[in-house]
């Protein structure tokens, strides 16, 4: 079967699925998607933006496998073309080929080999933070009880991993000249760098917390902009910092501590520009709860269960939509979004053959 989820995946490497700049169509890879799934009905939809999904059903399943097939954009440190898949050695690279067109082309091989019920969904922009497709599916009746989501987990079934919050401030001051005697106070960067040293503690006394193998709470400050030069106070400051919670964190209550990290006055805007709730959703009963269920569906599909992971999934999507889900597919997170993305062929073949025994 190895040949065939290579044939597949050298044809979706070769489709520029980028993401950004997001220009991906309803045609060209939803085209070749759909002429390999005979038997199956299939409905294209375009959402905007580069954001189109296509949803193909054979049979009457409960259960929907999701792979997203845009890409991160390749980088100069590429040895060849990102766009066409190389095999050497024990792997297969190409620009997505780990994260994650490996497992779409594992889905289509196993699909062939199989008349089961089946439902699979492709989504076209998990990587622009902007999860249309995976919302404009469960905004519908569609009928699914059960969501295994493709991501580079080594083909072990992820039952748990962070939420993901993105966050803009806006600080303000009084510009004027800094010999004055209230620059100290005045200066919104300054602002902005005491706000970061609050901020750095609290994450520092969430330590202790833990969920499912997973310990304390995830943070970055990405970027720091603001001020005119050194002599002149800085009116004004923007910072961009995000966290990542446990399943078992209130992402309501740690943006309000995040918030009062800042000194009275001092923020002009504080705005959530992107949230992706953990994997399990819900509250603590309910993430545990739901993490019982994803167990006992690894458990009956025969699916290795790994350890709990830090990045973030769409699979916490279904899961907030009140459906049992997973994360499963071929690949190491490590070589996801990196020069020379490669997958290996062992897991590639492992994945193909445990979705044919599946979907049988």
Same mark, same amino acid.
């Given at each position: 079967m190895l040949d065939d989820v290579?044939?597949?995946?050298?044809?979706?490497?070769?489709? &520029?699925?980028?993401?950004?700049?997001?220009?991906?169509?309803?045609?060209?890879?939803? &085209?070749?998607?759909?002429?390999q799934l005979p038997g199956f009905s299939c409905t294209v939809t375009d959402h905007g933006d580069g954001a189109v999904s296509l949803l193909a059903v054979r049979g009457t399943p409960r259960r929907v496998f999701n792979v997203h097939l845009d890409t991160v954009p390749d980088s100069p440190a590429w040895t060849g073309d990102p766009l066409r898949l190389r095999v050497e050695g024990d792997r297969a690279i190409g620009l997505g080929a780990c994260d994650i067109k490996g497992a779409a082309a594992g889905l289509l091989a196993a #699909?062939?080999?199989?008349? %089961?019920d089946a439902a699979f969904l492709f989504s076209s922009d998990e990587e622009a933070n902007d999860p249309r497709c995976i919302a404009a599916f469960l905004g519908q009746a569609h009928g699914f009880h059960e969501?295994?989501?493709? =991501? /580079?987990?080594?083909?072990?079934?992820v039952l748990a991993h962070r939420g993901i919050s993105s966050v803009l401030l806006?600080?303000?001051?009084?510009?004027?000249?800094?010999?004055?005697? &209230?620059?100290?106070?005045?200066?919104?960067?300054?602002? #902005?760098?005491? @706000?970061?040293?609050?901020?750095? #503690?609290?994450?520092?006394?969430?330590?202790?917390?833990?969920?499912?193998?997973?310990?304390?709470?995830?943070?970055?400050?990405g970027r720091i902009e603001g001020g005119i030069k050194a002599n002149v106070i800085a009116p004004s400051a923007e910072v961009r910092f995000g966290f990542r919670p446990l399943p078992s964190h209130d992402m309501d209550a740690l943006h309000a501590q995040f918030?009062?990290? #800042?000194?009275?006055?001092?923020?002009?805007?504080? !705005?959530?520009?992107?949230? %992706? /709730? /953990?994997?399990?959703?819900? $509250?603590?009963?309910?993430? !545990? =709860?739901r993490r019982l269920a994803a167990r006992d569906l690894a458990d009956a599909l025969g699916?290795?269960?790994? =350890?709990?992971? $830090?990045? @973030?999934?769409?699979?916490?999507?279904?899961?907030?939509?009140?459906?049992?889900?997973?994360?499963?597919? /071929?690949? !190491?997170?490590?070589?996801a979004h990196t020069a020379d993305e490669w997958v290996a062929l062992e897991q590639l073949a492992?994945?193909? =053959?445990?979705?044919r025994r599946i979907l049988q």
């Open positions: 290579l044939r597949h995946l050298e044809a979706l490497v070769s489709f &520029d699925t980028r993401n950004p700049p997001r220009r991906i169509g309803a045609g060209g890879i939803f &085209d070749y998607l759909r002429a #699909a062939a080999r199989t008349t %089961g969501a295994i989501v493709a =991501e /580079p987990t080594g083909n072990r079934a806006r600080f303000q001051g009084r510009a004027g000249h800094a010999s004055g005697a &209230d620059a100290l106070e005045a200066n919104a960067l300054h602002h #902005a760098l005491r @706000w970061g040293a609050r901020a750095l #503690a609290l994450v520092e006394s969430e330590s202790q917390a833990r969920f499912g193998g997973l310990t304390g709470l995830r943070f970055n400050i918030g009062a990290c #800042a000194e009275p006055g001092a923020l002009a805007r504080y !705005e959530e520009t992107f949230r %992706g /709730p /953990p994997l399990p959703a819900g $509250d603590v009963a309910t993430a !545990e =709860e699916l290795p269960v790994g =350890e709990a992971v $830090d990045f @973030w999934t769409e699979a916490s999507l279904f899961s907030q939509a009140g459906m049992t889900a997973l994360v499963y597919g /071929p690949g !190491e997170i490590a070589q492992t994945y193909a =053959e445990t979705m």
